[in-house]
């Protein structure tokens, strides 16, 4: 969405003298006979310092002569900096190629480039266009200058933070990035369009996860926990004589009929193992007394459907789906599989000891 251009500058040479905490450092002028030396910390902010030192004296090699040159400390060097830790803390350094050893001093060839950013055309339209999903019309053209202003904001600021290295320990980012590529993966394998062939060898191989679950609808009469046999002979009789069952039994809060329900749903309201017993029960007939975890009940069973592996015209978006999800799943476990292959891991955790004990 946006264009970088880096112009380079002219290549000021630059020899290091590397030691465990300070650094012996001499700079070429570019252009003249002159060197400069001095002394840094093996540290962020006399990194920084020699970035803008050797900033700088491009700068004024470019600019008049009246100009001088910025404080090391103030100065903001636009150059491409990459990050890498030392000692826990992050020094800043720039595209650095060694070239030659010169005296017992390790000299690199240090390049200044430029940045600038470009917002085209299509970051606008971007723009604009998430405007308008939101207030439900077109910016006008000064909302469309602020909004170019702020997201010329982020983007300095985002690039400084990658530049800086704030990306390389943060959870969330790195959750995110994963994420994307898992997005990647999953969108190149989840586009995949197979034969029904495919499909019907498929839903064979897994026809347990696509069997319809044995169902079931009855009607009952709660009898109680510990009903007498006056009290069930009784109510016997008055199903018998066609009287009303929801008017039947002892009053309680439990259902006196329920439709066509699968084993998780009756066991899950009257106890495990309800429907077992209710499953080998006529229909259209009043039997028990039959036991659930609250007590006993006069049962009749109006409608039993077995279970059942339907055709796969009519679950072909299902199968479809799952298909495709354990295709992702395999693409992500090869693509992982032959990304570890490139490595070498080198686990130093001691087998079994949790972080902080010894």
């Not at 112009?7 to 006979?33: R, W």
């Not at 903001?76 to 350094?93: A, D, G």
């Not at 469309?144 to 943060?170: F, H, I, P, Q, T």
């Not at 369009?193 to 009607?219: C, G, H, K, M, W």
């Given at each position: ?38 002394t ?36 903001t ?10 000692r ?31 917002i ?9 266009s ?57 969108s190149e ?31 009952l ?15 016997r ?47 259209d007939?009043?039997?028990g ?6 007590g ?7 409608e039993?459907?077995d279970?059942?592996l ?26 992982i ?19 902080g004990?010894?």
């Amino acid at each position: 969405m946006t264009d970088t251009i880096i112009t380079q500058s002219e290549a000021v040479l630059v020899a290091i003298d590397i030691a465990k905490s300070d650094h012996e450092v001499l700079l070429q002028i570019p252009g003249t006979k002159r060197r400069r030396r001095f002394t840094i910390l093996n540290q962020l902010d006399d990194f920084n310092r020699l970035i803008a030192i050797t900033t700088s004296i491009v700068s004024n090699r470019v600019s008049s002569s009246s100009h001088k040159m910025r404080s090391c400390i103030s100065a903001t060097p636009p150059i491409q900096v990459k990050t890498f830790p030392i000692r826990s803390s992050l020094v800043t350094r720039t595209c650095i190629r060694p070239i030659r050893q010169m005296r017992g001093w390790s000299v690199t060839h240090l390049v200044l480039t430029r940045r600038i950013i470009i917002i085209n055309q299509r970051q606008v339209d971007v723009l604009a266009s998430q405007f308008e999903d939101t207030w439900r019309r077109a910016p006008t053209a000064e909302e469309l200058a602020k909004l170019k202003e702020d997201w010329l904001n982020r983007e300095v600021l985002y690039r400084e933070a990658m530049a800086l290295g704030l990306d390389g320990n943060d959870e969330i980012i790195r959750n995110r990035l994963v994420q994307k590529i898992n997005f990647l993966l999953a969108s190149e394998a989840g586009a995949a369009r197979p034969e029904d062939e495919v499909l019907q060898i498929y839903l064979s191989n897994n026809a347990e996860a696509f069997t319809t679950s044995a169902q079931l609808a009855a009607n009952l009469v709660y009898l109680g926990q510990n009903p007498s046999d006056t009290f069930v002979e009784l109510t016997r009789a008055r199903l018998a004589a066609g009287e009303d069952h929801r008017s039947l039994g002892q009053a309680s809060l439990l259902p006196t009929e329920f439709d066509m329900s699968a084993r998780s749903s009756v066991d899950g309201n009257f106890g495990t193992g309800f429907f077992d017993q209710l499953e080998s029960l006529p229909l259209d007939e009043w039997s028990g007394p039959v036991q659930s975890a609250f007590g006993f009940h006069f049962v009749q069973l109006v409608e039993r459907s077995d279970a059942v592996l339907p055709p796969l015209g009519a679950i072909r978006d299902r199968v479809l789906a799952d298909w495709r999800e354990k295709q992702i799943q395999r693409a992500t476990e090869t693509f992982i599989d032959n990304l570890r292959s490139t490595y070498t891991v080198q686990d130093l955790a001691e087998a079994g000891t949790p972080a902080g004990e010894s």
